[in-house]
T-cell receptor, first 113, second 114 residues
């Protein structure tokens, strides 16, 4: 069975600080990996995704994530956060050929102006 | 175009009553998902539909939960004899039929069981 763990449940940063949110998954086969974001009062929406190819994936709003197969990781990064990045971030995994997507517990990011 | 819509947006019910939650997916999306989001629990997968069929019902918490989808479009999630632990936000998402396609989420139904 696939599972996802997010290491940080609540992160507080000052504006312009760098961000890295950890995500590890457990599944030995082919995976599709996602980061979703939920801004306050808004729907969950896709931030970025990895299916194949370049393991460094760039998403919206300056976010990027790197798929490291040997570490079963897909950490989310942003060099300089803004107050508007305050949101809850969810890592998700879907094993190839199977529609079920498993989400992590989420990380609440609070950016202080 | 229109996104995923869910109704009602909020539902307060008494313990023991049945509730029905509705999801209207994006037109043309054949895959539809239901999740439950509880405080501190993240997103819990409940069930997904490919067309009108549900290949995986393993996420439904108990036999009080059921879901159906008709016409490859609207889906309803029914919770019978609600319990207080059913209180949560129920999210619906839809995607194209392809493997691992991006899911588009609705606003959710906030259910409170008193």
């Amino acid at each position: 069975a696939q599972s996802v763990s997010q290491h940080n449940h609540h992160v507080i940063l000052s504006e312009a600080a760098s961000l890295e949110l950890g995500c590890n998954y457990s599944y030995g086969g082919t995976v599709n990996l996602f980061w979703y974001v939920q801004y306050p009062g808004q729907h969950l929406q896709l931030l970025l995704k990895y299916f194949s190819g370049d393991p460094l994936v760039k998403g919206i709003k300056g976010f990027e994530a790197e798929f490291i197969k040997s570490k079963f990781s897909f950490n989310l990064r942003k060099p300089s956060v803004q107050w508007s990045d305050t949101a809850e971030y969810f890592c998700a995994v879907n094993s190839g050929g199977y529609q079920k997507v498993t989400f992590g517990i989420g990380t609440k990011l609070q950016v202080i102006p | 175009g229109a996104g995923v819509s869910q109704s009602p947006s909020n539902k307060v019910t008494e313990k023991g009553k049945d509730v029905e939650l509705r999801c209207d997916p994006i037109s043309g999306h054949t895959a539809l998902y239901w999740y439950r989001q509880s405080l501190g629990q993240g997103l819990e997968f409940l069930i997904y539909f490919q067309g009108n069929s549900a290949p995986d019902k393993s996420g439904l918490p108990s036999d009080r939960f059921s879901a159906e989808r008709t016409g490859g479009s609207v889906s309803t999630l029914t919770i019978q004899r609600t319990q207080q632990e059913d209180s949560a936000v129920y999210l619906c998402a839809s995607s194209l039929a392809l493997d691992g396609e991006t899911q588009y989420f609705g606003p959710g139904t906030r259910l409170l069981v008193l």
